[in-house]
């Protein structure tokens, strides 16, 4: 299954998005994480997130639309060529 | 130990075509992980070029029915880590494409540039670098990052959970590194910490 990068809109925590399972998954996490054991890490999660991680996804997906430069296209036709089985 | 276990029963072999179809259709995923391994969108598309053929001549190794983009993924990311050894080269940051996609989130008060963002995940340490690409822009799930850089899913967490936390303190103090002065700063940061774990041979 490629290409299944359907991307709700990050309004909602990229926490929550990156963990469907959504808050008892969270919950553990701030247990396991052994990182910043005073801090509430849910709360960090929820409010230190969505500005650049919605921009770290727009990095990535405007790579996504950009068209894919000729030198791709060449290489595929080179591909069926038997001597780069 | 009977003879059919050594002799393993060939794998249904995926149909080439449909093989390059597959692998055709993550090529612009491929060419984002790249991009955001190694910041300069020529040195990316080169080491996407290496990986599809790589991904080609092992196309024998592909279970079909399974992730094409998370076995690619692994494939570039050993040439990308090949790379790193050998030419050194730069994680340097093309201006350009992110410059362009300007980034002012509805509702935040100070505008965002794609670009300090980006510049700012380059001065990351790689491995911290790529578990947040893979799980925080490339969508994967802490299992799937784990299997594609071989460790334990409780690394993989620990390493989102580090890069989250420097980008956010980076963004909050506003100490994004600046242009070519910090070009400086991340490269030696990616360089020293890559140094370690090739040393440490926790990174292969």
């Known amino acids: 299954m490629p290409l299944c990068l359907s991307v709700p809109p990050l309004r909602q925590p990229i926490f929550e998005y990156l963990c469907p399972e959504?808050?008892?998954?969270?919950?553990?996490?701030?247990k396991d994480q052994p990182m910043k054991?005073?801090?509430?890490?849910?709360?960090?999660?929820?409010?230190?997130?969505?500005?650049?991680?919605?921009?770290?996804?727009?990095?990535y997906?405007?790579?996504?639309?950009?068209?894919?430069?000729?030198?791709?296209?060449?290489?595929l036709e080179k591909l069926d060529d038997p001597a780069n089985g | 130990m009977a003879e059919s276990d050594i002799?393993?029963?060939?794998?249904?072999?995926?149909?080439?075509?449909?093989?390059?179809?597959?692998?055709?259709?993550?090529?612009?995923?491929l060419r984002a992980f790249a991009r955001g391994l190694c910041g300069r969108a020529d040195l990316a598309d080169d080491l996407v070029?290496?990986?599809?053929?790589?991904?080609?001549?092992?196309?024998?190794?592909?279970?079909?029915?399974?992730?094409m983009r998370a076995w690619t993924f692994v494939i570039l990311r050993n040439a990308y880590l090949t790379?790193?050894?050998?030419?050194?080269?730069?994680?340097?940051?093309?201006?350009?494409?992110?410059?362009?996609?300007?980034v002012a989130p509805a509702s935040q008060e100070d505008p965002m540039h794609l670009s300090d963002l980006h510049r700012a995940l380059l001065t990351l340490p790689p491995e911290r670098r790529e578990a947040l690409l893979l799980v925080g822009a490339?969508?994967?799930?802490?299992?799937?990052?784990?299997?594609?850089?071989?460790?334990?899913?409780?690394?993989?967490?620990?390493?989102?959970?580090?890069a989250r936390a420097a980008l956010s303190q980076m963004i909050e103090d506003g100490q994004i590194p600046r242009r070519s002065t910090d070009d400086a700063v991340?490269?030696?940061?990616?360089?020293?910490?890559?140094?370690?774990t090739v040393q440490s041979g926790t990174f292969d």
């Open chain 2, 49 to 67: 070029q290496e990986a599809l053929l790589k991904a080609w001549s092992a196309q024998a190794r592909f279970e079909p029915g399974t992730s």
């Open chain 1, 22 to 30: 959504g808050a008892a998954l969270s919950q553990r996490m701030t």
């Open chain 2, 138 to 162: 490339g969508g994967f799930s802490y299992e799937e990052a784990a299997q594609i850089c071989g460790c334990a899913v409780g690394t993989i967490k620990s390493r989102v959970g580090r």
């Open chain 1, 37 to 59: 054991p005073a801090q509430p890490r849910r709360k960090s999660a929820r409010t230190q997130t969505p500005a650049w991680a919605d921009g770290l996804k727009r990095l």
């Open chain 2, 83 to 102: 790379d790193m050894r050998r030419n050194r080269f730069r994680a340097d940051y093309d201006e350009g494409v992110a410059e362009r996609t300007l």
């Open chain 1, 61 to 75: 997906d405007s790579v996504l639309d950009e068209p894919l430069p000729d030198t791709f296209a060449q290489l």
């Open chain 2, 186 to 196: 991340a490269h030696a940061a990616i360089m020293g910490e890559l140094e370690e």
């Open chain 2, 7 to 29: 002799a393993a029963p060939p794998r249904p072999a995926i149909d080439p075509a449909a093989f390059k179809r597959e692998l055709t259709g993550v090529i612009p995923h």
